[in-house]
């Protein structure tokens, strides 16, 4: 009986990625929640700071500690690297705010275990409909934007089903690693299925690359 649980568990497991989420209380709880996280998730979504002690702080609000941050004052909403300093969007790629109440973040991160899973910042994630069109868009960051570490957090965004793309940056050698199969994003690359409810937020929605 035991073995059965722990294979439905596991069978269970990728399909808590994009369930909506209430806005008003954090997904981050420390405790069980992050033995169902992957390896990226435990590094970048909690580093035990959740409930332990409050974040660094951070004048500009633009995820780097002041400790660190070398582009002090920096304007709300935009996108910075590690040390805190501007990243130009890729072209046509904006922080879009829409009419809707609810909400889509995740993390865009590079695949490698050895540097910890860095945050790439400057890249386009796109919430496509049914039909295939971009609704909202957001530029990923280089450093965590909330505490539980999602590095692109796209508000705004109506009640419904979606797919979420990241668009590599123009003439790159970088690949998708992570997902593996999924909706067709075009140019080889899977998206995964978002489920926004009403005043809610669809989390966990990571992207992997190697160059």
């Known amino acids: 009986m035991r073995a059965?649980?722990?294979?439905?568990?596991?069978?269970?497991?990728?399909?808590l990625a994009g369930v909506s989420q209430s806005l008003q209380g954090s997904n981050c709880d420390n405790g069980l929640g992050d033995d169902h996280r992957s390896l990226q998730g435990?590094?970048?979504?909690h580093k035990g700071l959740c409930a332990t002690q409050p974040p660094p702080p951070d004048a500009d609000g633009d995820g780097v500690p002041d400790s660190?941050?070398?582009?002090?004052?920096?304007?709300?909403?935009?996108?910075?690297d590690a040390s805190g300093c501007p990243v130009a969007p890729p072209p046509?790629?904006?922080?879009?705010v829409g009419t809707g109440g609810g909400a889509v973040l995740g993390q865009v991160f590079e695949d490698d275990p050895a540097q910890s899973f860095p945050y790439l910042a400057g890249w386009c994630v796109e919430v496509r409909d049914a039909s295939g069109a971009v609704i909202a868009r957001g530029v990923t960051n280089g450093a965590a934007l909330d505490i539980e570490g999602n590095n692109y957090i796209i508000t705004g965004v109506p009640?419904?089903?979606?797919?979420?793309?990241?668009?590599?940056?123009?003439?790159?050698t970088?690949?998708?690693?992570?997902?593996?199969?999924?909706?067709a994003c075009g140019g080889g690359l899977f998206g995964l299925v978002a489920v926004v409810m009403v005043g809610g937020a669809a989390d966990l929605l990571w992207f992997g690359n190697l160059p």
């Open 92 to 96: 046509g790629c904006v922080n879009s």
């Open 4 to 15: 059965l649980i722990v294979v439905l568990a596991l069978v269970a497991t990728p399909f």
């Open 174 to 183: 970088w690949h998708e690693t992570q997902p593996t199969s999924g909706p």
């Open 159 to 172: 009640a419904g089903t979606y797919t979420v793309c990241e668009v590599l940056p123009p003439n790159t």
């Open 42 to 45: 435990q590094l970048h979504a």
């Open 68 to 80: 660190l941050d070398q582009c002090v004052d920096t304007p709300p909403a935009t996108s910075v």
